[in-house]
């Protein structure tokens, strides 16, 4: 990639390209299940005569079972096919992606280039005017251009950061591209045809490891690729993280202590770490408060470390949170159900999937025990997930929603509080002493609870009964807190 193709291509039609490609994934899709539901299913079913013998089949014999075996390849074929497309369509997506970044970064270097004076040539090189004879010898003009030409070097670097991104991005979409070879992906030469394609499509994608930048790369993808990423990969995608929520970012509400270790601890605040530790972390314990007792103890040791929540267990023993989860869902799934039609809509009726996600922020109260009041007291909340749209064997799209619910919060102390604890009142000034002295450290809270996969046959009519905390019933339309079974 050289600095004037950057500065000057026109990258609309990179996107058009993945359009085409995109829409050839999902004529293929829908052609495959055509060819499943509409031929290889009446073949290889039973006879519909109601004197055939049980098990008989519609057609038998040498020419049903070769033809069985010919259909099957070609609509095994047509899905191999689909995924390899939008295994390009991944490659160009991500491609255009990198290029326009690239090319709005470079385009705002030169601008701040040319801002300062500089002009800036088709091979990229920048130059400032010389000085006129009568500053030449002007020491404020000499030290204003110096500081005009370190100005410059930023915006300098900054364009060839961006002519490097460009031609990493290049480089990365040509291996993807040349890795889809068609001889390995046909059914009829070698076995494992169509996870072939599907890993071609994974390694196309390129999912990031960085949990911000998987947040950010799973939102861009096209709702076609997302969906046949889930179908390749989703055991390790949702294992990563792609079910968290993908606009809503998380940060604790307020300072709590301030600053770790500030100053030096005192006679006073030792006795009050001994006291926190017999009191809070064995009485908690004693009185059945274990998570309680638990992020007291982290607190304690002071490695400020992040600490998991058991969020199955949460929503099992608190009512409300179950409650507040279930209206959540109940209040958006026709709205995330008509959001992911719409773009099933677009993509032609291709296989979607679309993020979704509902936040909000809560104080624990009573019906959930002292345990969790203790352990967490307030706490932001999140249900996230997918809505997947697919074409059923009657042509028909099928609705589902694979969604966990995300808790966080920050456990920290502040002065002017105080909690009743095992008959004692503890000051939140107390514990807050034990942060800002280093005897202990405030830290973050965070969980989410094991996904869960229900249908969102149709919009929502009237209210819908789910299972509460301590119920032995299975699973319903919606019923946070279970695993799919």
């Not at 204003?144 to 900054?158: F, T, V």
């Not at 307030?378 to 969604?403: E, F, I, L, N, W």
């Not at 920290?412 to 909690?419: A, F, L, M, Q, Y």
């Amino acid at each position: 990639m050289t600095f004037d193709r950057l500065r000057h291509t026109a990258l609309a039609p990179l996107d058009r390209t993945g359009d085409t490609w995109n829409g050839l994934a999902g004529h293929a899709e829908q052609i495959a299940g055509q060819v499943r539901s509409a031929v290889l299913r009446p073949l290889t079913g039973a006879a519909p005569s109601p004197l055939a013998a049980p098990g008989a089949r519609a057609w038998t014999g040498l020419a049903a079972d070769e033809a069985t075996r010919e259909i099957g390849l070609l609509a095994d074929e047509l899905t191999a096919f689909h995924y390899e497309a939008l295994a390009v369509t991944a490659a160009l997506r991500r491609a255009a992606s990198a290029f326009t970044r690239a090319q709005q970064d470079l385009r705002r270097a030169i601008g701040d280039a040319e801002a300062l004076g500089a002009t800036v040539t088709a091979d990229g090189t920048v130059t400032l005017p010389p000085l006129p004879p009568e500053d030449r010898n002007d020491p404020d003009a000499i030290a204003y251009r110096r500081r005009q030409w370190e100005e410059l070097q930023q915006h300098i670097e900054a364009m060839r950061k961006a002519v490097t991104a460009a031609t990493e991005a290049d480089a990365t979409a040509a291996a993807a591209l040349r890795t889809l070879d068609p001889a390995e992906v046909d059914p009829a030469t070698r076995a494992g045809a169509v996870a072939a394609a599907r890993g071609d499509l994974v390694g196309a994608a390129g999912m990031p490891t960085d949990p911000k930048a998987l947040r950010v790369w799973w939102g861009a993808l096209d709702p076609s690729v997302r969906a046949g990423l889930l179908a390749a990969d989703g055991e390790r995608l949702v294992a990563a993280g792609v079910l968290g929520p993908v606009d809503y970012e998380w940060h604790a509400p307020d300072a709590g202590a301030g600053d770790f270790a500030q100053r030096l601890p005192g006679p006073g605040d030792y006795a009050k770490g001994v006291a926190a530790e017999m009191l809070l972390v064995g009485g908690g314990s004693i009185a059945g408060h274990t998570d309680a007792a638990r992020h007291m103890q982290h607190f304690l040791e002071a490695t400020g470390a992040p600490l998991d929540l058991d969020v199955d267990r949460m929503l099992h023993e608190d009512p409300t949170l179950h409650r507040l989860v279930t209206e959540q869902i109940i209040k958006h799934q026709d709205e995330w159900r008509q959001t992911a039609l719409d773009a099933y809509e677009r993509a032609g009726g291709a296989p979607v999937a679309v993020p979704i996600e509902a936040a909000a922020h809560r104080t624990i109260d009573s019906a959930a025990g002292d345990n969790w009041y203790l352990a967490i007291g307030s706490h932001a909340y999140a249900t996230s997930g997918v809505v997947t749209v697919r074409p059923g064997a009657d042509g028909k799209p099928q609705v589902s929603m694979q969604y966990q619910v995300n808790i966080w919060d920050r456990y920290n102390w502040d002065p002017g509080k105080s909690t009743p604890i095992a008959g004692t009142n503890i000051k939140d000034s107390d514990l807050a002493d034990l942060h800002q002295t280093g005897l202990a450290r405030e830290f973050d809270l965070t969980g989410r609870s094991a996904p869960v996969t229900v249908p969102l046959p149709g919009p929502t009519v009237g209210p819908q009964i789910i299972d509460g905390p301590g119920s032995d019933r299975e699973g319903g339309r919606v019923d946070p807190g279970r695993k799919t079974r």
